[in-house]
């Protein structure tokens, strides 16, 4: 009777576990192929974009400028939908004075092909070279931004770029965590298809880092922010908001906005602090 019993258990884990390891594309990724809104929708002027990869894949991507910009935001955006659903977002910078370049990784939207993690890097690589080559925007003059998948392909980027600064929203310190988060039974490490090690692309990032994170966030633990917050390298700040994971940065309005403008007026003043030392000596 026990040997039925176990062999049951192990036949319906086994079941379970080839299950979620044959499906983790569909669950990592869940891009919207349809478009249904774009900035002109919400009054902002914009450019249209196609971003060319290093791998020959065309992107579907969206420059938004604002009036009087100091900044211009590289946006990353999260694992679900596409550029369409994060109008919110844009609006945000926009009215922050910041102009915005979001776009779709591959298979997300407009963009051709499927998203793979390899694939993401080199996606945001060619929204940056579009950005430095096209537009000729000072490697100091961008801001990195990346929300929940987008962080850690944001943490990527910066590694390998000089940026004004990186700043992560909602970000997990790897899939293999995540994995453990919500599989905790499972041998994940094992079985896991991805990287997107953000602790360790944090490394190798040298530039100012900002952390935003609500405790309440359902998806991803606020204790995932913190332990970045203790690899990434000075200086660095942690702006806790409150709400949950798709909503934070709206649920908490002001406390959102100021900590962003607060940050940027920091490593700008930093940074004016760096030069005037390198000028006198």
């Not at 293999?176 to 602790?199: E, Q, S, W």
Request: aromatic fraction near 14%.
């Amino acid at each position: 009777m026990w040997l039925t019993i176990f062999i049951i258990i192990f036949i319906a884990y086994s079941i379970l576990g080839w299950t979620l390891f044959f499906r983790q594309p569909y669950f990592l990724y869940r891009p919207v192929r349809e478009v249904l809104y774009d900035p002109g929708d919400i009054d902002l002027i914009f450019e249209k974009v196609v971003l060319k990869t290093d791998d020959g894949l065309k992107l579907a991507a969206w420059y938004v400028p604002a009036e009087k910009a100091c900044s211009t935001v590289l946006m990353c955006h999260a694992n679900g939908g596409n550029m369409g659903h994060y109008l919110d977002t844009v609006n945000i910078f926009n009215e922050m004075g910041l102009n915005c370049l979001i776009f779709d990784y591959r298979g997300y939207g407009s963009s051709q092909d499927r998203p793979t993690e390899k694939g993401t890097y080199l996606d945001a690589r060619a929204a940056w070279d579009w950005l430095t080559q096209k537009k000729n925007i000072a490697p100091q003059d961008i801001i990195v931004f990346g929300r929940s998948l987008g962080a850690s392909i944001a943490s990527h980027l910066a590694a390998e770029v000089d940026p004004k600064t990186l700043v992560m929203e909602s970000a997990f310190t790897s899939y293999v965590d995540i994995g453990k988060k919500f599989y905790p039974y499972l041998p994940v490490r094992l079985f896991a298809m991805y990287n997107y090690n953000t602790t360790e692309h944090l490394s190798r990032v040298n530039c100012p880092v900002l952390f935003i994170h609500s405790r309440h966030d359902e998806m991803i633990p606020f204790e995932f922010s913190l332990r970045l917050y203790d690899a990434a390298k000075e200086p660095k700040q942690l702006l806790e908001i409150f709400g949950c994971h798709n909503d934070g940065f709206l649920f908490s309005g002001d406390t959102y906005r100021q900590g962003w403008k607060q940050w940027i007026e920091f490593v700008d003043e930093n940074r004016g602090r760096q030069k005037s030392n390198i000028h006198l000596v």
